[in-house]
């Protein structure tokens, strides 16, 4: 059974860089036939996709965020990391990370449990 | 991009109810749709995926239907512990994209 733990900082000034991390457990990411992705939730709103990508290092991003996000994988640690440069009070949001698409073949989801990223200064 | 309209936007009902949310594809994608539900405070969980398959541990009285553009999520009987936010998620294409929510309240 696989979980997913996001960590970074929950406060990020204007201007900077947002860094994240999701550690998966309880498998590899390496041997999965999925991709790895990030989606958010500013307060009170909907869920918005920010991107995926493949152990391989293949990618995809949304194209409203395509110019600030980058996101790789680091297959030693078994994690994946999101980037989203030149934050606003508007990137302030639950971030998540889960696999993609929604479902392991077997009938399972996987998702994190969300870490609020305050963008303030 | 596919956008994922939703409706209704918000749904209020009563416990033993049977309600039905509607999602609307603006092109076609098959049948590669997902269901989430979302309480407060708490990480989206997937309902159904490949628009009617069941994920593992859904009651049965979670039900999706639909191809192409159209489908719609079922839920017969309300119990309390259904009324959370609803959406819809396409993953035909990139980006994958989300429908705006339809909040199920208790009437």
């Known amino acids: 059974q696989l979980q997913l733990q996001e960590s970074g900082p929950g406060l990020v000034k204007p201007s900077e860089t947002l860094s994240l991390t999701c550690t998966v457990s309880?498998?590899?990411?390496?041997?999965?036939?999925?991709?790895w992705g990030w989606i958010r939730q500013p307060p009170g709103k909907g869920l918005e996709w920010i991107g995926s990508?493949?152990?391989?290092?293949?990618?995809y991003y949304n194209p409203s965020l395509k110019s600030r996000v980058t996101i790789s994988v680091d297959t030693s640690k078994n994690q994946f990391s999101l980037k989203l440069s030149s934050v606003t009070a508007a990137d302030t949001a639950v971030y998540y990370c889960?696999?993609?698409?929604?479902?392991?073949?077997?009938?399972?989801?996987?998702w994190g449990q969300g870490t609020l990223v305050t963008v303030s200064s | 991009d596919i956008q994922m309209t939703q409706s209704p936007s918000s749904l209020s009902a009563s416990v033993g109810d049977r309600v039905t949310i509607t999602c609307r594809a603006s092109?076609?994608?098959?049948?590669?749709l997902a269901w989430f539900q979302q309480k407060p405070g708490k990480a989206p969980k997937s309902l159904i995926y490949?628009?009617?398959s069941l994920q593992s541990g859904v009651p049965s009285k979670f039900s999706g239907s639909g191809s192409g553009t159209d489908f719609t999520l079922t839920i017969s009987s309300l119990q309390p512990e259904d009324f959370a936010t609803y959406y819809c998620?396409?993953?035909?294409?990139?980006?994958?994209?989300f429908g705006q929510g339809t909040k199920l309240e208790i009437k």
């Open positions: 092109q076609g994608i098959s049948n590669y």
């Open positions: 990508i493949y152990y391989s290092g293949s990618t």
């Open positions: 889960a696999i993609e698409p929604p479902t392991d073949g077997s009938g399972n989801d996987y």
């Open positions: 309880g498998g590899s990411i390496s041997s999965s036939s999925y991709y």
């Open positions: 998620q396409q993953y035909n294409s990139y980006p994958v994209t």
């Open positions: 490949a628009a009617s």
